[in-house]
T-cell receptor, first 109, second 116 residues
Framework: QQPVQSPQAVILREGEDAVINCSSS?????VHWYRQKHGEAPVFLMI?????EQKGHDKISASFNEKKQQSSLYLTASQLSYSGTYFC??????????FGAGTTVTVRA | GAVVSQHPSRVICKSGTSVKIECRSL??????MFWYRQFPKKSLMLMAT?????????EQGVEKDKFLINHASLTLSTLTVTSAHPEDSSFYIC????????????FGPGTRLTVT
């Protein structure tokens, strides 16, 4: 039931772009994206609901293709503050989230 | 807004003792709270879902008699690890949600439990 995230890790220079993918074998009600920095709690980024919508948060945006049961997170013109581990949480039952293994993003100056 | 606190942030206990972890929503009423466990460099594993005033719903493989969850009010949920063993050492994180108004889960800062 755990969604599959790819890549496992990515290293970027400031200003570069990256895409993180999240796919599920189950039908999804929604997809939630979080970022966690080392030793801290995950911080909510955005939620995407059924309907194939896209959302944005500053220069971080995401899309949700419910037919393919996939979501992608787009980091545009990355900043040093974008470093951390990104988790997608897929809602497989009423408000219950299953989290992927995470994608570690390192942004270097 | 949407601040969730956890206490304690770190705790070390001896095998066989019990430890209580508190999760509080500070500026909103949390109709539902979730308890997760996270191993180093691993993802969050949902342990249980608790709704205010009712019994918690545990995920498969999680012993309800070992991990006691109480959600006595709309701002407080507690997780008690009973008769702790070294294998219970982990990072425990709660999240809270006001599901009547929003989908988002807001996470607490986590509690690092070490059982010696």
């Amino acid at each position: 039931q755990q969604p599959v995230q790819s890549p496992q890790a990515v290293i970027l220079r400031e200003g570069e772009d990256a895409v993180i993918n999240c796919s599920s074998s189950k039908a999804l009600y929604s997809v939630h994206w979080y970022r966690q920095k080392h030793g801290e709690a995950p911080v909510f980024l955005m939620i995407l609901l059924k309907g194939g919508e896209q959302k944005g948060h500053d220069k971080i945006s995401a899309s949700f293709n419910e037919k393919k049961q996939q979501s992608s997170l787009y980091l545009t013109a990355s900043q040093l503050s974008y470093s951390g581990t990104y988790f997608c949480g897929t809602e497989i039952a009423y408000y219950k989230l299953s989290f992927g293994a995470g994608t570690t993003v390192t942004v270097r100056a | 807004g949407a601040v969730v606190s956890q206490h304690p942030s770190r705790v070390i206990c001896k095998s066989g003792t019990s430890v209580k972890i508190e999760c509080r929503s500070l500026d909103f009423q949390a109709t539902t709270m979730f308890w997760y466990r996270q191993f180093p460099k691993k993802s969050l594993m949902l342990m249980a879902t608790s709704n205010e005033g009712s019994k918690a719903t545990y995920e498969q493989g999680v012993e309800k008699d070992k991990f006691l969850i109480n959600h006595a009010s709309l701002t407080l949920s507690t997780l008690t690890v009973t008769s702790a063993h070294p294998e219970d050492s982990s990072f425990y994180i709660c999240s809270a949600s006001d599901l009547g108004n929003a989908y988002e889960q807001y996470f607490g800062p986590g509690t690092r439990l070490t059982v010696t």
